[in-house]
T-cell receptor, first 112, second 115 residues
Framework: TQLLEQSPQFLSIQEGENLTVYCNSS?????LQWYRQEPGEGPVLLVT?????EVKKLKRLTFQFGDARKDSSLHITAAQPGDTGLYLC????????????FGTGTRLQVTL | NAGVTQTPKFQVLKTGQSMTLQCAQD?????MSWYRQDPGMGLRLIHY???????DQGEVPNGYNVSRSTTEDFPLRLLSAAPSQTSVYFC??????????????FGPGTRLLVL
């Protein structure tokens, strides 16, 4: 059973455009993580959010955890070709380390 | 630190063969996990371990065995390979911080083809 739905599945944009990726669930999570994965490599953790309503910024990336801790969004400002990759969200529960539930992923391509 | 290392990088098996995917980490993390990644499915948890000598099943454990005799190593064994086990396998190690949740580090993956 897939508990985390990501949208859109694919996104192709030009350099300089803004975009938002969504991660939605019917379940409440204690924490929500975002990863980026490049072809042939393992996912790399970008951020962890643990408080409902929390907003974290990582340079041009803004992450938000929904108030009810069921959803999250990733906003990229002025996308660059280096942002190209597969973006994955993952939900976790307090006290259950190593049992993350991953979303299906959003594949982003940024062209010149 | 080498981080999380996985061997082999690629493997082709015939149906019914067995093999072990190796995973090692040098960060002294208590927690380790195995995932498989299939197109359109994201990552699905196979087995995980919260410390040496302790393992448990994840979402898709059938056909796989694990053991954790040391903190560093967490091998994944395919007992009798089937074409449905064709996938990319990722090992991860992690630590759990009370304020930050879990921080996972992934290995580079093993690409497995079962004919």
């Amino acid at each position: 059973t897939q508990l985390l739905e990501q949208s859109p599945q694919f996104l192709s944009i030009q350099e300089g455009e803004n975009l938002t990726v969504y991660c939605n669930s019917s379940s409440v999570f204690s924490s929500l993580q975002w990863y980026r994965q490049e072809p042939g490599e393992g996912p790399v953790l970008l951020v962890t959010v643990v408080t409902g309503g929390e907003v974290k910024k990582l340079k041009r990336l803004t992450f938000q955890f929904g108030d009810a801790r069921k959803d999250s969004s990733l906003h990229i400002t002025a996308a660059q070709p280096g942002d190209t990759g597969l973006y994955l969200c993952a939900g976790g529960y307090t006290g259950t380390a190593s049992k993350l539930t991953f979303g299906t992923g959003t594949r982003l391509q940024v062209t010149l | 630190n080498a981080g999380v290392t996985q061997t082999p990088k690629f493997q082709v098996l015939k149906t019914g063969q067995s093999m072990t995917l190796q995973c090692a980490q040098d960060m002294n993390h208590e927690y380790m996990s195995w995932y498989r990644q299939d197109p359109g499915m994201g990552l699905r948890l196979i087995h995980y371990s919260v410390g040496a000598g302790i393992t448990d099943q994840g979402e898709v454990p059938n056909g796989y065995n694990v053991s954790r005799s040391t903190t560093e190593d967490f091998p994944l064994r395919l007992l009798s390979a089937a074409p449905s086990q064709t996938s990319v396998y990722f090992c991860a190690s992690s630590y759990y911080g009370a304020g930050d949740g879990e921080t996972q580090y992934f290995g580079p993956g093993t690409r497995l083809l079962v004919l």
